[in-house]
């Protein structure tokens, strides 16, 4: 049964990686192939904190516009590489992350949820008003495309040399965003069979045998913030020279709550199930997108779509459609001699 899985794993990474090179390729399905990359990525991101840690972020949209007008601005004004403006978007990112999370994460509950979500609207009344930054509702236009430029490295090696490639077109972005996707999926496989990511889940379960047992609460939460947020500014960052403009209508609170349902459809702290609710919701929501009008309905049913599949998941697959088989893991046995570490200390 295993090894089935894997040949079909593979059989789909390969068609996965040919499928720009076929002549029967489809440019507005190469288009919606590298939008559900993009949202793997965010809801690999936003998964670190409902997922691993148990904190209900709603504001996870207002870093992904964060990291994108960082791109886009870098871009416009400072005409920066692409390749140096990640890292600044990333470092930006966290850096706001652990701003808003330092004073909130003391919150639990719904406290953390409103806060989160307030921060996002912050986020985007910035983006309409600061018009000397941002230039308002009329957003940033003319971002330039991703480029590889080894100028420089002829330069360095002393060789009279010189060549420029500039992405045209969808294809060379999809296979750029494959890459983003399996960097960030590699990073969180190892992250969550680390320390971090067991402190994480203790802390998800029982906050208070974690602290019982040394983990710092406050600092593991705060790695968790910069960690996510970083994530969430990497996609903002590939958005913005993608689309090459900007406006604040795509960081409202919208995109929060589609993330937020990717990661609870695909099974809460689970990687491959945050893309696959990436898959299924983006997909689903073109194919509705074509469906409704000419069934005389607005294309905004779609969202009636979203919750009705939201509910019938709750309802019936509480955990989502991969659960979290903990129950026999390493991290479940963890969770339990923590928690019997806990219940021995208020015994004695």
Known sequence: MRGAANTLKYLLLAAALAYPLMPF????????????????????????????????????????????YTAGLLTV???????????????????????????????????????????????????????????????????APISLDVTWLAALLGIDERWRYVFRGEMPYYYLAMVMVSLVYLVMRRVEDSRLGRAWLAIREDPMAAASCGVNLFAYKVIAFAVSTGIGALAGAFLARWTQFLSPDMFKFWESFLVLCMVVLGGLGNIKGALVGSVILIALGEVLRVILPKLGLPAE??????????????RFRPNGIFTQVAESTMQSQLIKDLRARLDARRTA
């Open 25 to 68: 390729r489809d440019i507005y399905v190469l288009h919606v192939l590298v939008l559900i990359m993009v949202y793997m990525v965010l809801a690999m991101g936003l998964n670190i904190l409902p997922g691993f840690c148990g904190l209900l972020d709603l504001g996870f949209v207002g870093f992904y516009g964060i990291g994108a």
């Open 77 to 143: 004004q400072y005409n920066m590489s692409f390749w140096l403006i990640v890292p600044l978007a990333v470092i930006n990112g966290a850096l706001f992350g652990m701003l808003l999370g330092a004073p909130t994460l003391r919150l639990v509950g719904d406290y953390f949820a409103i806060v989160t979500f307030g921060f996002s609207e912050l986020v985007v009344l910035f983006l309409t008003n600061e018009i000397w930054l941002t230039r308002g509702p009329l957003g940033i236009p003319g971002i």
């Open 301 to 314: 049913t779609r969202f009636l779509v979203y919750g009705l599949i939201m509910v019938l998941i709750m």
